[in-house]
């Protein structure tokens, strides 16, 4: 169910959006800022790199601060509700995931545990990136999910 693998990641710039939001909030903001992120990476006619990903940081029961957008080959005007960013480079221990959201939790244990048996320690805060498009792909089952951690 879950694949692990090792990457060398390279640094580059994101696009990206953030926020304050409770779980409920997550679905319907993640929708409006990959439709915003991408309207304004299409306006400035830059590469983009890698998949629409999020990072979410727990504040507090069921409240997250987020961080969406997706990789960039370029700083672009980010405009006023986008903001540039940067993906770190590095190793870093990703699981894929396919399947349902409820089964996520389980992708970063497997990340964390993978990182403990080889000895290593997270270099700063996990992401998802997320391969399937739900306008394309309304099963949800079928939904492929990355979630990247990376280690020193």
């Not at 396919?98 to 244990?109: C, H, N, Q, S």
């Not at 497997?110 to 997270?122: D, K, V």
Request: proline residues 9%; hydrophobic residues 35%; without cysteine.
């Amino acid at each position: 169910m879950y694949e692990v693998e090792t990457r060398q990641l390279q640094q580059h710039p994101t696009l990206v959006r953030h926020a304050k939001l409770e779980v409920d909030e997550l679905g319907t903001w993640l929708g409006e800022t990959y439709g915003l992120v991408m309207a304004q990476v299409d306006a400035a006619a830059v590469p983009t790199i890698g998949m629409p990903f999020a990072r979410y940081r727990p504040l507090s029961e069921g409240v997250f601060e987020v961080e969406a957008g997706i990789g960039i080959a370029e700083d672009i005007d980010p405009g006023p509700e986008l903001d540039v960013g940067t993906l770190p480079g590095g190793p870093a221990v990703v699981v894929s995931y396919v399947g349902t959201y409820d089964g996520i939790a389980a992708a970063y244990e497997t990340a964390f545990e993978w990182l403990r048996e080889h000895g290593h320690e997270p270099a700063g805060a996990p992401w998802e990136a997320y391969h399937t498009d739900p306008d394309v792909e309304p099963d949800q089952s079928r939904h492929r999910t990355e979630v990247v951690q990376p280690y020193r």
